[in-house]
Each structure stands twice: as structure tokens, then as C-alpha cells.
């Protein structure tokens, strides 16, 4: 039995929510990168990690998402290495690990970055994260099917598990990634790049995750990755916040446990509350 | 004397060879250039946006599609230059202070090249006083502001208001768009207009430099 369908022998697991608003509440400046607090405010960063594990996340990630340097500057492969310590000082042996990977910002097919710069720049970050003793990879909110490619194979490389989600945001029914791409066309495509598990995250809101949830399933064997937004951000005044409440979010949680999915959190505008509110709607359930 | 409407076909496929292929054969015939942007280019680059907003196509359509347009701009523009002839307006545009992200900004600046505007694109992260830089020694009409993220949309607010303390405000517009942006904001914070789309974003550019 492979790690990861080990970790799934109890069922779904409750994994975190959003990081940077949490970073945000606790002074993280608009339009800083929220990576570099590894290194300047790790106390801070462990708090929101610990949060998510006083809630009841099994799976926590690590506040790594834009540090590799296609994304970045600074010392990378010390922000991945602290991103990785401080989050598993909180989870102690209560949580997993799963650090984050997020997308290069560039677009291959537009030749704003080559393969061969994108493929260093996460082969560069999985590494660090691997050393710094991560329990899986997690490359995410992606939406070109091509550097999701490079990434899982960048992330293979240190023999950890890999799981790869995408933010399907576009097209009529909000059921394609900016890039076109369908969970069937993704599905089959990280098949193909050896993923082990493929999911969803971001996105446009709760309500719309089931029927994505359930056409990645459908077209693959492999464990399925839910991390829905807190719907989309609203303006009051020129103040922004999320409109979704917990319980409106954790109403969903039979919804996408049925449709298949075997992790389970919530992405931006998300907090503690959300994952608290999951953690009952299991108990619930059972 | 070439089949122009080849050149239509090959923006709208995203064919960058035969868009300059027929571009060069058209100027050699003795086409005017302004009627090759006018004529096909602008109109081929609004069916793209057309197939963009209808969800037949996504962003690598529209990608290869405006990589056609500009394969033809780039021949055209020097003998548009050469005879004085005037864009149909000339856009600023960047990514806000702050904010790395330029996928939705370089798509918008491309859809208004296609659409006949001089686009003068000053790349991401950047801070209001280059928008001012650039607006001021370009003569630029519009001021087209992109953001991603919802923590760097409030840079849109402060570009605003720096050209509003410049005294420039009434001698540009400013538009803005992004993924977290909407029309309510755009209004909350003194914008001319808000694109929901790069195909929207070439519209609104147009009604704005119209007024």
C-alpha cells in the first residue's frame, strides 16, 4: 500500500484553509509576499499553522506557495526549509505535512518561461521541501495542463507523494481552468505525469466543487483533491471579504464526500472556523 | 492582388506564418497598411474576443491568435510610423505596485494592439509615479490598471489618487480589470470603466478615448 492510500485507510481527511488572509489578520502587509515571513515572522506563520491543527486539519500545508524562482526572489531555499519546520512544529504528531507548491506565474505557450527554467525552479523547491522533511508535495492551484507536467515531474524526483490540483475558474460553467483544460483532460493528463493524487482548489466557490469532484473521480483512479474557495471576494466600500460562511461551506461537506473526495479543506477566504465547522459536519455524518 | 481575407482567417486560426505571408504580399500589391489594421486585423482580433466571450475559445487560442496579429503588426507598424498615422489611441499599461502577476495584463495589452491601439506596456509591479512617468512624456489617453490579487487591488485605489494629486486625473482615463476586480470597485474607487474580460477591456478602451 503506497503512503498516501495508508493515510486515506480512515477515510477523508479534514485537511487546512487559507493561509494568506490568516497571514493578512496578523499583519502580513497587502502585496507582500506572505513567504518571506518564514524567515522574518516564523511565530507568526507557526500560529496560523497551529490554528488550522487546534481546529482538527490532518493534513496542514506549508505558507511555501510562491517560492520558487520563477515566482520569487530572496533566499528560496531557506524559505522553503522554514516553511516546512514551522508547519510541522505545529502539526507535531497530529497532523501531516504536505508543502506547497504553486505555479511559476509565467506562460510556457506565451514563451514567457521556458520548460527548462520552469523545471529548475520546482525541481530546486520539491528538493528543499523534501529535505526539510515534508510528508507529501502539493502543487497547486495550477492551470496550464503543461507545467503542471513539469512540476509533478520535478516533484517525483524526491520520491515523496505527489498531489497535484488545479483552479478550474473558466468557462460557462466554471468547469475549465484558465487554460482551457477539464478535469477530464487534467485527470488524464496527470495520470499520465505519474501524479497520486489530482484535485481541485480555488476556484470559484464551494457550490461548484461536487460536479468537478466527481468528473475527476470518474476519469481516474486517483485519491481527489477538494480545496474550494470561500466563494469569490466581495467589495464593501473598497474593504474586501468573503461571503461565504462556515456553515454555508461545511453544509457541502456530504456533497463532496460523495462525489468522492478523500481530502478536504478550504482555499482562499477560508479560516479555522471552516475547518471546525468540516470537523462536526463529519462527526455528524457518521 | 493577395486574398486579404486569408489574413482574417490566419489571426483568428492563430496562423502567425501565413499572417505575415499575406501581410508582406498585401503591402507589396500596394495595400495601405492602415487599411490592412483596420480592414482585418482589428476586425480578426474582435472575432477573437468574440469566440473568447462565447467559451469557444480560452487563453492559448487567443494567445496564438494575437501572436498572428502582432506577426502582421510588426510589418505594418514601421510604414504606419513612416506615414505619420495616428493609433487609434495610446494606452499605459501595468500591473499595480505590488502585484507580480502579468498573464491577464499582457493578454489585455496584446487584445489592444490588435485593436489598433499604440499599447505602451511598463510590465508589473508598478508604482504610481511611473504610471505618471509614462502618461506624461507618452501623452498617453488611457491608463489601463491590472491587479490579480485581492491585497494589491487597493494599489489601483492609490495610482487613482496619485494622478488625482498630480493634476492629471481629467487628462487621462483609467481603466481597470483582474481576477478579483469588479465594477463596483472600479466605481469605489474613481475608475472611467472596468474590464471583465481582455475582449471587454479592447471595448471599453474604445468607448473611453470616443468620449
Redesign the interface.
Given at each position: 500500500m503506497s503512503r498516501l492510500h495508508e493515510w486515506l485507510s480512515g477515510g477523508l481527511l479534514i485537511t487546512d484553509g487559507a493561509w494568506g488572509t490568516e497571514l493578512q489578520a496578523r499583519g502580513l502587509a497587502p502585496g507582500a509576499a506572505p513567504d518571506t515571513w518564514n524567515l522574518t515572522h516564523p511565530e507568526r506563520v507557526e500560529a496560523v499553522a497551529h490554528a488550522y491543527v487546534e481546529a482538527g486539519s490532518q493534513v496542514i500545508l506549508t505558507n511555501t506557495f510562491r517560492a520558487n524562482a520563477a515566482a520569487m526572489e530572496g533566499d528560496l531555499e531557506a524559505i522553503n526549509r522554514a516553511g516546512v519546520e514551522i508547519s510541522k512544529r505545529a502539526a507535531g504528531a497530529r497532523a501531516l505535512v504536505f508543502a506547497s507548491i504553486g505555479p511559476t506565474g509565467k506562460m510556457l505557450m506565451a514563451g514567457e518561461i521556458g520548460s527548462d527554467r520552469a523545471t529548475a525552479a520546482f525541481a530546486a523547491q520539491a528538493a528543499a521541501l523534501a529535505a526539510a522533511g515534508a510528508d507529501a508535495l502539493l502543487v497547486e492551484t495550477m492551470s496550464d495542463v503543461e507545467e503542471a507536467r513539469l512540476a509533478v515531474a520535478a516533484a517525483k524526483t524526491t520520491g515523496l507523494p505527489v498531489i497535484v490540483s488545479f483552479a478550474f475558474d473558466s468557462g460557462k460553467n466554471k468547469d475549465r481552468t484558465m487554460m482551457g483544460a477539464t478535469p477530464e483532460a487534467v485527470a488524464a493528463a496527470m495520470v499520465d505525469a505519474g501524479a497520486d493524487a489530482v484535485g481541485a482548489n480555488c476556484g470559484v466557490g464551494v457550490e461548484r466543487a461536487a460536479p468537478i469532484c466527481r468528473r475527476l473521480r470518474a476519469a481516474c483512479n486517483l485519491p481527489v483533491w477538494i480545496k474550494p474557495n470561500a466563494g469569490l471576494p466581495k467589495m464593501e466600500g473598497t474593504a474586501i471579504r468573503y461571503d461565504t460562511s462556515a456553515e454555508f461551506f461545511a453544509s457541502h461537506y456530504t456533497a463532496l464526500r460523495e462525489a468522492g473526495a478523500s481530502f478536504l479543506g478550504g482555499c482562499c477566504g477560508s479560516t479555522p472556523d471552516f475547518i471546525r465547522a468540516l470537523v462536526r459536519a463529519r462527526c455528524a455524518s457518521s | 492582388m493577395p486574398d486579404l481575407d486569408k489574413l482574417h482567417e490566419a489571426v483568428v486560426e492563430g496562423d502567425s506564418k501565413t499572417a505575415a505571408a499575406v501581410t508582406h504580399a498585401a503591402i507589396a500589391a500596394g495595400v495601405e497598411p492602415l487599411a490592412i489594421v483596420t480592414g482585418y486585423l482589428v476586425p480578426a482580433m474582435d472575432e477573437v474576443g468574440r469566440r473568447f466571450e462565447c467559451?469557444e475559445y480560452?487563453?492559448?487560442?487567443m494567445?496564438l491568435s494575437a501572436r498572428a496579429m502582432k506577426a502582421s503588426m510588426e510589418i505594418v507598424r514601421p510604414l504606419l510610423a513612416a506615414a505619420g498615422t495616428e493609433p487609434v489611441g495610446r494606452v499605459v499599461i501595468g500591473t499595480v505596485?505590488?502585484?507580480?502577476?502579468d498573464?491577464g495584463k499582457?493578454l489585455v495589452a496584446s487584445m489592444l494592439e490588435g485593436g489598433g491601439f499604440e499599447v505602451i506596456d511598463l510590465g508589473a509591479n508598478v508604482t504610481p509615479e511611473r504610471f505618471i512617468d509614462a502618461v506624461t512624456t507618452r501623452n498617453a489617453h488611457v491608463v489601463a490598471l491590472s491587479a490579480l490579487?485581492?491585497?494589491?487591488?487597493?494599489?489601483m485605489?492609490t495610482t487613482i489618487d496619485a494622478f488625482q494629486a498630480a493634476g492629471l486625473r481629467e487628462k487621462v482615463k483609467i481603466m481597470v480589470g483582474g481576477a478579483?476586480v469588479?465594477q463596483?470597485?472600479a466605481d469605489?474607487?474613481g475608475a472611467d470603466g472596468f474590464g471583465e474580460s481582455a475582449a471587454a477591456a479592447v471595448a471599453l478602451a474604445r468607448r473611453l478615448v470616443a468620449v
Amino acid at each position: 500500500m503506497s503512503r498516501l492510500h495508508e493515510w486515506l485507510s480512515g477515510g477523508l481527511l479534514i485537511t487546512d484553509g487559507a493561509w494568506g488572509t490568516e497571514l493578512q489578520a496578523r499583519g502580513l502587509a497587502p502585496g507582500a509576499a506572505p513567504d518571506t515571513w518564514n524567515l522574518t515572522h516564523p511565530e507568526r506563520v507557526e500560529a496560523v499553522a497551529h490554528a488550522y491543527v487546534e481546529a482538527g486539519s490532518q493534513v496542514i500545508l506549508t505558507n511555501t506557495f510562491r517560492a520558487n524562482a520563477a515566482a520569487m526572489e530572496g533566499d528560496l531555499e531557506a524559505i522553503n526549509r522554514a516553511g516546512v519546520e514551522i508547519s510541522k512544529r505545529a502539526a507535531g504528531a497530529r497532523a501531516l505535512v504536505f508543502a506547497s507548491i504553486g505555479p511559476t506565474g509565467k506562460m510556457l505557450m506565451a514563451g514567457e518561461i521556458g520548460s527548462d527554467r520552469a523545471t529548475a525552479a520546482f525541481a530546486a523547491q520539491a528538493a528543499a521541501l523534501a529535505a526539510a522533511g515534508a510528508d507529501a508535495l502539493l502543487v497547486e492551484t495550477m492551470s496550464d495542463v503543461e507545467e503542471a507536467r513539469l512540476a509533478v515531474a520535478a516533484a517525483k524526483t524526491t520520491g515523496l507523494p505527489v498531489i497535484v490540483s488545479f483552479a478550474f475558474d473558466s468557462g460557462k460553467n466554471k468547469d475549465r481552468t484558465m487554460m482551457g483544460a477539464t478535469p477530464e483532460a487534467v485527470a488524464a493528463a496527470m495520470v499520465d505525469a505519474g501524479a497520486d493524487a489530482v484535485g481541485a482548489n480555488c476556484g470559484v466557490g464551494v457550490e461548484r466543487a461536487a460536479p468537478i469532484c466527481r468528473r475527476l473521480r470518474a476519469a481516474c483512479n486517483l485519491p481527489v483533491w477538494i480545496k474550494p474557495n470561500a466563494g469569490l471576494p466581495k467589495m464593501e466600500g473598497t474593504a474586501i471579504r468573503y461571503d461565504t460562511s462556515a456553515e454555508f461551506f461545511a453544509s457541502h461537506y456530504t456533497a463532496l464526500r460523495e462525489a468522492g473526495a478523500s481530502f478536504l479543506g478550504g482555499c482562499c477566504g477560508s479560516t479555522p472556523d471552516f475547518i471546525r465547522a468540516l470537523v462536526r459536519a463529519r462527526c455528524a455524518s457518521s | 492582388m493577395p486574398d486579404l481575407d486569408k489574413l482574417h482567417e490566419a489571426v483568428v486560426e492563430g496562423d502567425s506564418k501565413t499572417a505575415a505571408a499575406v501581410t508582406h504580399a498585401a503591402i507589396a500589391a500596394g495595400v495601405e497598411p492602415l487599411a490592412i489594421v483596420t480592414g482585418y486585423l482589428v476586425p480578426a482580433m474582435d472575432e477573437v474576443g468574440r469566440r473568447f466571450e462565447c467559451e469557444e475559445y480560452f487563453v492559448p487560442e487567443m494567445l496564438l491568435s494575437a501572436r498572428a496579429m502582432k506577426a502582421s503588426m510588426e510589418i505594418v507598424r514601421p510604414l504606419l510610423a513612416a506615414a505619420g498615422t495616428e493609433p487609434v489611441g495610446r494606452v499605459v499599461i501595468g500591473t499595480v505596485q505590488g502585484d507580480l502577476h502579468d498573464i491577464g495584463k499582457n493578454l489585455v495589452a496584446s487584445m489592444l494592439e490588435g485593436g489598433g491601439f499604440e499599447v505602451i506596456d511598463l510590465g508589473a509591479n508598478v508604482t504610481p509615479e511611473r504610471f505618471i512617468d509614462a502618461v506624461t512624456t507618452r501623452n498617453a489617453h488611457v491608463v489601463a490598471l491590472s491587479a490579480l490579487l485581492t491585497v494589491t487591488m487597493t494599489s489601483m485605489k492609490t495610482t487613482i489618487d496619485a494622478f488625482q494629486a498630480a493634476g492629471l486625473r481629467e487628462k487621462v482615463k483609467i481603466m481597470v480589470g483582474g481576477a478579483p476586480v469588479t465594477q463596483q470597485y472600479a466605481d469605489a474607487i474613481g475608475a472611467d470603466g472596468f474590464g471583465e474580460s481582455a475582449a471587454a477591456a479592447v471595448a471599453l478602451a474604445r468607448r473611453l478615448v470616443a468620449v
